[in-house]
């Protein structure tokens, strides 16, 4: 299981337990929503940071994965013209 995954499914599992405790705690309608809207926020800040996080790393393996590409590929190159060099010159000592 993903480590993204296992942590957004303990944060929701926190923020419906935390919810639940205080819908059926004793406290007036009004304490209860301002309770629930701050838990909300909470929750959300949270996901947001994790998100962020994730795509953060996603993006770091994306870069790396590009510039070893680049890499390859440039030494790809440097082997190609070293071949094209190396058979030119056995051609011309034909």
Not at 22 to 34: C, D, E, Q, V, Y
Not at 65 to 74: G, I, L, T, V
Not at 76 to 93: L, R, S, T, V, Y
Request: charged content about 30%; cysteine-free; overall charge positive.
């Amino acid at each position: 299981m993903e480590t993204g995954k296992v942590i957004l499914g303990v944060l929701g599992g926190a923020v419906i337990g935390a919810a639940l405790g205080i819908l059926f705690a004793p406290a007036k309608g009004s304490a209860t929503r301002k309770k629930i809207k701050t838990a909300g926020g909470e929750y959300v800040d949270d996901v947001t940071e994790k998100f962020e996080e994730i795509l953060q790393k996603i993006t770091e393996q994306v870069e790396s994965f590009k510039n070893e590409a680049a890499a390859k590929s440039e030494n790809g190159k440097m082997k190609m013209k070293q071949a094209a060099n190396e058979a030119a010159k056995n051609i011309n000592d034909l």
